[in-house]
């Protein structure tokens, strides 16, 4: 495809979401981000639009009763030291309501993804058979996991413990798995350790991560992340020739999401001061 077509193709997709829901709290080059509830403004996404669901939610993991009602910074955060980090809200159910309502938002993106779509999102060891069949449930057919190797500066409770040093990946597509010529076989597992300059929300996934695994959308395609948070998949997606669009709830994220697109944009990648 050249690059007039894959441009024009660019400006159809993202045109086709804002003409239902209006005008983005941010938007640059092919990268858009509105603030709002994610199964809102799911509801109102065009059919068939998107190439790939890829995010993070937040995981809601941990004990039921108080490690589920926790605030995130007691959970996610050594002695609760956020380091400037803002929180975040959604990280409050238990395992039975989170399965339903992770099916929720996963059918609402599978809806407006294209067919042989992929569909990745993030969990971790305790929440791993939940999102798997939230996944399936939603609609998309489960092909595998991808695991992700924060190395040993992951936590353990005591010596006693082997570490929980990996977070998962489940992923699937809308239908058959696409025979691809430009792209491919991709990774299934990744070692890549986290950068604290790189880490703008307490639960930050690595650029570089994100940048490995935007490659299943053809360039020039639309990635949906509907949890998009400090906006690392739209990072991602601006610097490997991808365009995307996500959802916040939170505003103050979404500034920090637009910031950090921008510099991307401009060469320049945006790194996070501690306070």
């Known amino acids: 495809m050249t690059r007039k077509k894959t441009a024009a193709k660019k400006h159809l997709q993202l045109d086709s979401v804002k003409k239902r829901l209006g005008k983005p709290f941010f938007e640059s080059k092919g990268i858009a981000i509105y603030h709002g509830d994610t199964l809102e403004l799911s509801s109102q996404l065009p059919a068939n639009t998107f190439d790939a669901l890829i995010t993070d939610p937040p995981y809601c993991s941990g004990a039921p009763g108080s490690a589920v009602m926790a605030d995130p910074s007691q959970k996610y955060c050594q002695s609760g030291k956020t380091l400037g980090r803002p929180s975040f809200g959604g990280d409050f159910r238990d395992q039975r309501s989170f399965k ?10 599978f809806n407006a993804c294209k067919e042989s779509a992929y569909g990745l999102v993030f969990t971790d060891w305790r929440q791993l058979a939940t999102m798997t069949d939230a996944l399936q ?4 057919c489960f092909k595998g996991l991808i695991s992700w190797d924060k190395g040993g500066g992951a936590r353990a409770p005591h010596k006693g413990y082997f570490r929980h040093q990996c977070e998962y990946i489940p992923w699937g597509t809308k239908g058959k798995v696409p025979r691809l010529i430009d792209r491919g076989p991709f990774a299934g597992s990744y070692s890549i350790r986290v950068s604290q300059p790189d880490k703008h ?3 930050g996934k690595p650029t570089q991560l994100m940048q490995q695994l935007v490659q299943c959308v053809p360039p020039g ?4 992340d509907p949890f998009c948070g400090s906006g690392t998949t739209l990072v991602a997606s601006a610097l490997e020739g991808r365009s995307a669009i996500g959802f916040e709830v939170s505003e103050q994220y979404c500034e920090i999401a637009a910031q950090r697109v921008k510099a991307a944009q401009h060469g320049k990648p945006l790194h996070f001061q501690k306070t």
Not at 100 to 109: E, G, K, P
Not at 137 to 140: D, I, M, Q, V, Y
């Open 137 to 140: 449930a939603g609609g998309f």
């Open 221 to 224: 395609g639309l990635t949906f």
């Open 100 to 109: 339903y309502w992770s099916l929720l938002w996963i059918a609402q993106a």
């Open 201 to 203: 929300h307490m639960t």
